[in-house]
């Protein structure tokens, strides 16, 4: 089974930065798809950025040029670096994956992003 365990959040002033990794406790190598979410207070869990084998990315029009999603394959994460953070940022974000073949997908436990003054 794998693992995936989500750090990197804390609080941030609009305009700042952070960078959320994502830890796999299996080679990232092998599986194909990884994704990042958020659920901000009060709304419903929402796709943010997505990074296939082969490198391919797709994000939320809210996020792009300001976020950017890569496979770290010599740390075996999956980076989620945010700039130009602003409040309506300010969600858990979740790590995703998922290979062809697997029932369900796998899910981190989430951490928290809070961008305010």
């Known amino acids: 089974q794998v693992q995936l365990v989500e750090s990197g959040g804390g609080w941030v002033q609009p305009g700042g930065s952070l960078r959320l990794s994502c830890n796999v406790s299996?080679?990232?190598?092998?599986?194909?798809?990884f994704s990042w979410y958020r659920q901000a207070p009060g709304r419903e869990r929402e796709f943010v950025a997505r990074?296939?084998?082969?490198?391919?990315?797709k994000y939320i029009d809210a996020v792009k040029g300001r976020f950017t999603i890569t496979r770290e394959e010599d740390k075996n994460t999956i980076d989620l670096q945010m700039d130009s953070l602003n409040p309506e940022d300010t969600a858990v974000y979740f790590c995703?994956?998922?290979?062809?073949?697997?029932?369900?997908?796998?899910w981190g436990q989430g951490t928290l992003v809070t961008v305010s003054t």
């Open positions: 990074v296939v084998i082969g490198g391919g990315t």
């Open positions: 299996k080679s990232i190598r092998n599986i194909d798809i």
């Open positions: 995703n994956a998922l290979r062809p073949g697997w029932t369900k997908s796998i």
